[in-house]
């Protein structure tokens, strides 16, 4: 068994930027998801499109887009990346739940992994900000990778997550998992 150690540390410990140059670009595909659970009636003002500070859906979808772009300067560690695309599902699951899942495409020496991770918790960091004076007893999460394309490592799946293709639906081309 090969052993795996954390790429964010030099031999001594300390953190580092993994330096990608002698990595090739390959296309990469990453999908995360969360979930802001509310009250039924939050839910209902935000579909009814009833909530003060204006479309909740919308204003979040941009929120985790704009988010996305920017996740080198969240995470320390992250490479900015030129992002080609980012697209945002926000759907209600269940009377009481949304569910955010973006979808992050570059072609790059390192994986869109967090930038995913990011867009989604942007989004819901969003709806919560905007429905809090009716709602503070909202939660966040879980938040999780669901898929990841490209690299050396070639694609991994979470458990229980089957691609668009899988499913007979178009996704957004190429290797693509939205």
């Keep these: 068994m090969t052993e795996r150690r954390l790429t964010h540390f030099d031999d001594q410990g300390r953190p580092r ?66 992002l080609s695309g980012v697209a945002l599902e926000i759907e209600e699951s269940g009377e009481d739940r949304l569910r955010i899942r973006a979808t992050v495409r570059t072609t790059a020496r390192t994986g869109v992994e967090m930038e995913a991770l990011v867009a989604v918790s942007a989004a819901a960091l969003t709806v919560y900000d905007m429905c809090k004076s009716i709602d503070r007893a909202m939660t966040i999460g879980p938040t999780r990778l669901l898929a990841k394309t490209g690299g050396k490592s070639g694609s991994w799946f979470a458990d229980g997550f089957e691609p668009k293709e899988a499913r007979g639906k178009p996704g957004c081309g190429g290797e693509s998992v939205c």
Aim: glycine share 4%; with cysteine.
């Design 17 to 82: 930027m993994v330096d990608v140059t002698d990595k090739p670009e390959t296309d990469r595909t990453a999908v995360a998801e969360t979930f802001v659970t509310m009250r039924p009636e939050t839910l209902a003002f935000i579909r009814e499109r009833r909530i003060a500070k204006g479309d909740v859906l919308a204003v979040a979808q941009i929120a985790g887009m704009m988010a996305a772009k920017q996740t080198s300067q969240w995470i320390p560690l992250c490479h900015p990346l030129p």
